[in-house]
């Protein structure tokens, strides 16, 4: 089968949770698993499907508007893709413009990297004109890199305040994105300021559930410092190619 190291590799993590859940102390059915698709072709995505992943990432809204679209009527169309795909769960883990927010207001289930009210309000008239409300997160700056996106730690709470006034979005908790270092210490640093910062909002928002960390290289470290949702990408899909 052309795609079966799909299914090893799937079986492979999803015993690496279960496992790491245990040694932690962790309830494995707490933690949501976002496999990351992208540059991944929708044959790929369908295949994973087949095995029980139901929410998949795309960093790119061109990217995640073309395969939604192949995923859904446009490969009905073309008997290409069964019927299981069509209740596929789309997150955006990837930076968003606010131009781009229209393309996906339709049909996101949940946008990881909300960084600026600016962007909140976007996307809360985008929600507005699908008759919708969008669940997002707030992408917070742990690591303290330029290059990375997301709001500053300490500006936090100010910004989730704002964003909570929106009636169109619904704040569903933090996101970081750990420092791409060998050094497990600053890793659990960068986690441990979102964890603070996650229980010590939750108690002011109700309707915040999720804790957005973890990767291929550092999951089992955010399942440690408290996680409940996992975006992991290569460990399922193998190597990337940019050369799309």
């Given at each position: 089968m052309e795609y079966a190291y799909l299914k090893d590799n799937y079986d492979e993590l999803v015993t690496d949770i279960r496992k790491t859940c245990m040694e932690y102390g962790r309830n494995f059915d707490d933690i949501k698993l976002v496999a990351v698709s992208k540059t991944f072709p929708p044959e790929q995505i369908a295949e994973v499907r087949k095995l029980g992943q139901i929410i998949f990432g795309?960093?790119?809204?061109?990217?995640?508007?073309?395969?939604?679209?192949?995923?859904?009527?446009k490969g009905f169309k073309d008997g290409v893709y069964s019927e299981i795909t069509r209740d596929i769960k789309w997150h955006l883990v990837g930076h968003l413009q606010t131009n781009k927010v229209k393309y996906i207001a339709g049909f996101v289930d949940l946008i990881h990297s909300v960084d600026s009210l600016k962007l909140a309000e976007v996307i809360n008239e985008q929600a507005e004109k699908h008759?919708?409300?969008i669940d997002v997160l707030i992408q917070v700056n742990t690591s303290g890199e330029d290059q990375k996106s997301g709001?500053?730690?300490d500006e936090t709470e100010i910004l989730c305040e704002a964003v909570s006034k929106l009636k169109n979005i619904r704040l569903k908790g933090l996101m970081t994105i750990g420092m791409f270092t060998d050094d497990e210490d600053i890793i659990?640093?960068?986690?441990?300021?979102?964890?603070?910062?996650?229980?010590?909002?939750?108690?002011?928002?109700?309707?915040?559930?999720?804790l957005s960390m973890g990767m291929t290289s550092d999951y089992r470290i955010a399942i440690d410092e408290g996680a409940n949702m996992l975006r992991i990408g290569s460990a399922i899909f193998g190597n990337r190619s940019y050369q799309r």
């Amino acid at each position: 089968m052309e795609y079966a190291y799909l299914k090893d590799n799937y079986d492979e993590l999803v015993t690496d949770i279960r496992k790491t859940c245990m040694e932690y102390g962790r309830n494995f059915d707490d933690i949501k698993l976002v496999a990351v698709s992208k540059t991944f072709p929708p044959e790929q995505i369908a295949e994973v499907r087949k095995l029980g992943q139901i929410i998949f990432g795309e960093n790119k809204v061109q990217e995640l508007r073309e395969k939604y679209d192949i995923l859904n009527d446009k490969g009905f169309k073309d008997g290409v893709y069964s019927e299981i795909t069509r209740d596929i769960k789309w997150h955006l883990v990837g930076h968003l413009q606010t131009n781009k927010v229209k393309y996906i207001a339709g049909f996101v289930d949940l946008i990881h990297s909300v960084d600026s009210l600016k962007l909140a309000e976007v996307i809360n008239e985008q929600a507005e004109k699908h008759d919708r409300i969008i669940d997002v997160l707030i992408q917070v700056n742990t690591s303290g890199e330029d290059q990375k996106s997301g709001v500053e730690p300490d500006e936090t709470e100010i910004l989730c305040e704002a964003v909570s006034k929106l009636k169109n979005i619904r704040l569903k908790g933090l996101m970081t994105i750990g420092m791409f270092t060998d050094d497990e210490d600053i890793i659990r640093s960068n986690f441990r300021v979102l964890k603070d910062l996650f229980d010590k909002l939750k108690n002011r928002h109700g309707s915040f559930e999720y804790l957005s960390m973890g990767m291929t290289s550092d999951y089992r470290i955010a399942i440690d410092e408290g996680a409940n949702m996992l975006r992991i990408g290569s460990a399922i899909f193998g190597n990337r190619s940019y050369q799309r």
